[in-house]
């Protein structure tokens, strides 16, 4: 049986009001900016010749915008914050923490914490190099051991990517959840195969994801 959340009960909760801290806070229109920029920038490359999905994107923004950078200067994370470019930052590892994944470890979190709306991180290594994603679980199929994520779709509960008659374009792999890798996820930091490149920038979607981590627990 597979288990799927309410989406409009989760959108409400996922995208709820906070409450505003505007300019009491010298770092939040800084941040604001920043987030504004980098989104609209995506938009414009995006290529969408949707009208509909651009507007609702459009008027959604500034409240997207104004949770991120709430969160951001409101909430204690083991992460630093780089308001100048609007993202989390933190030191970079030398290797990527998703290219070790225990199968047994990664079994046992999830036959325990898989849950709609869990923020999970996806290791995804292309010709390109690799970095590690967050995406959220939006279907659980406990029968078969295995989670649908929003983004990159079925995982089974070992990390292992399951696709059904798709081509797999890049390598895949649901991650256990741990301080290294979601540090890692959260500062956008990628990889070469011989050493550190320059930090992605994360998608809006994946800042608002980034703000519904438990540090304690992942759960």
Not at 111 to 128: I, M, N, R, T, W
């Amino acid at each position: 049986m597979i288990k799927e959340g309410n989406s409009t009960h989760g959108q409400t909760g996922f995208f709820s009001d906070t409450g505003e801290l505007g300019g009491r806070h010298h770092q939040f229109t800084e941040i604001c900016t920043a987030l504004y920029e980098r989104e609209l920038i995506g938009l414009a490359h995006a290529g969408s010749t949707n009208n509909t999905i651009l507007k609702r994107r459009l008027s959604g923004l500034p409240h997207h915008v104004r949770s991120v950078a709430r969160y951001l200067v409101a909430n204690p994370t083991p992460l630093s914050i780089d308001t100048h470019n609007g993202s989390w930052y933190s030191k970079q590892a030398g290797k990527c923490p998703g290219l070790k994944n225990d199968e047994e470890k990664t079994l046992a979190w999830f036959l325990k914490h898989a849950d709609y709306g869990v923020v999970v991180p996806v290791f995804v290594q292309s010709l390109e190099g690799m970095h590690i994603e967050l995406d959220s679980i939006d279907k659980v199929d406990a029968d078969n051991n295995r989670i649908h994520v929003n983004r990159h779709g079925w995982f089974l509960y070992n990390g292992s990517q399951y696709a059904e008659n798709a081509a797999i374009h890049d390598e895949k792999q649901l991650s256990k959840p741990t301080k290294a890798v979601m540090t890692a996820a959260c500062c956008g930091h990628a990889w070469n195969y011989k050493s550190k490149i320059s930090p992605r920038s994360l998608s809006l979607r994946e800042m608002r994801l980034s703000t519904q981590i438990n540090w304690k627990t992942f759960t």
